[in-house]
């Protein structure tokens, strides 16, 4: 089938084209494709277009999200120009995957299984640049009495506590046990209204939905490198944690790290009756709280922020 699909890698996209008369034969449609088996993700399938001959279905990869829909990002070394013009030992990035039909639900087909291998390879400087700090913002719709209003949430990394620099990684990768700074910031807030952050949680990929996550808090269970700076207190929420690397990067000399975070905003009165009573003084100062209503809060909204990008810190000989 290598025939059959065209990749262009380009500056800021992956872009595969695969002939659809091909896929029609075999006896399949363009939304039986997707991207690495991930069928049931609307975002990791193709579209057609047929003002082509042939008609071909089209993916696109962003080089800002390119471990979405499960693409695998492979670092190795060689030797190459790098960014200032010098021969050196260089970092490249290779971008893979790969597109397929989905297994039949019965033992046995009579159609025949699509198979389109890619990959393509940058500098891991340029991949790094392009993906550096992509954050998603979320929009959070809040009722009140007199209306409804819209606020916008964004999750921030940076270098330090006074978060007045923001994150900036080396192409070589973060060492482990860096301390990052993260905030989670509202805009459209009057004065009534504050973030607070249910749990935040990390995954290898940029996929919030990731089977492998990992939890950096969850009400009173928390990462032992993790502090709780600010939450429920203020329009931003801020914590703390140090960079780790995910085992199943074992063979890549770096580690690619998402941080995700489900918030909400609840009105500044309320919010300490829905922040996790998590030590014994808490439990006892609580004693006398009131309840609150369901407008005391709005709804959740996951934002993410990475890739974070860790050196496996392995000693090569």
């Not at 003002?51 to 071909?56: E, G, H, S």
């Not at 492979?74 to 790969?98: D, K, L, M, R």
């Not at 393509?120 to 993906?131: A, D, H, I, K």
């Amino acid at each position: 089938a290598e025939r059959d699909i065209n990749v262009f890698c380009g500056v800021q996209t992956i872009t595969m084209k695969i002939n659809f008369c091909t896929v029609l034969f075999s006896g399949y449609s363009e939304t039986d494709l997707a991207l690495n088996g991930k069928h049931g993700d609307a975002h990791c399938r193709g579209f057609i277009n047929n003002n082509t001959f042939p008609a071909v279905v089209i993916f696109i990869i962003n080089l800002s999200t390119l471990e979405s829909c499960g693409n695998t990002l492979v670092v190795s070394s060689a030797q190459g120009i790098n960014a200032y013009g010098n021969t050196s030992v260089v970092q490249i990035g290779n971008v893979s995957g790969y597109i397929d039909t989905p297994d039949p639900p019965t033992i046995i087909s009579y159609l025949p299984g699509l198979l389109y291998k890619f990959s393509c390879s940058y500098p891991l400087e340029y991949l790094v640049n392009n993906t550096q700090l992509a954050s998603s913002s979320a929009a959070i719709s809040v009722r009140e009495n007199n209306g409804t209003f819209i606020s916008t949430l964004n999750l921030l990394l940076y270098n330090d506590s006074t978060y007045s620099q923001q994150l900036l990684i080396p192409s070589t990768g973060l060492p482990l046990k860096t301390k990052i700074y993260a905030a989670v910031r509202a805009t459209n807030l009057d004065g009534r209204w504050n973030v607070l952050m249910d749990y935040c949680y990390t995954t290898p990929s940029g996929n919030p939905s990731d089977d492998l996550r990992y939890d950096l808090f969850f009400s009173c269970d928390k990462d032992p490198q993790t502090t709780i700076i600010e939450n429920g207190k203020s329009q931003m929420g801020r914590f703390s944690f140090e960079v780790f690397r995910f085992v199943k990067h074992k063979n890549q000399k770096m580690s690619t790290v998402f941080l995700h975070c489900v918030t909400k905003l609840c009105r500044a009165d309320d919010c300490p009756f829905l922040v996790p009573i998590c030590s014994n003084r808490e439990r006892r100062d609580a004693g006398g709280r009131t309840t609150w209503s369901p407008q005391s809060a709005s709804g959740n909204a996951v934002i993410s922020a990475g890739p974070i990008i860790t050196r496996s810190g392995r000693n090569e000989q």
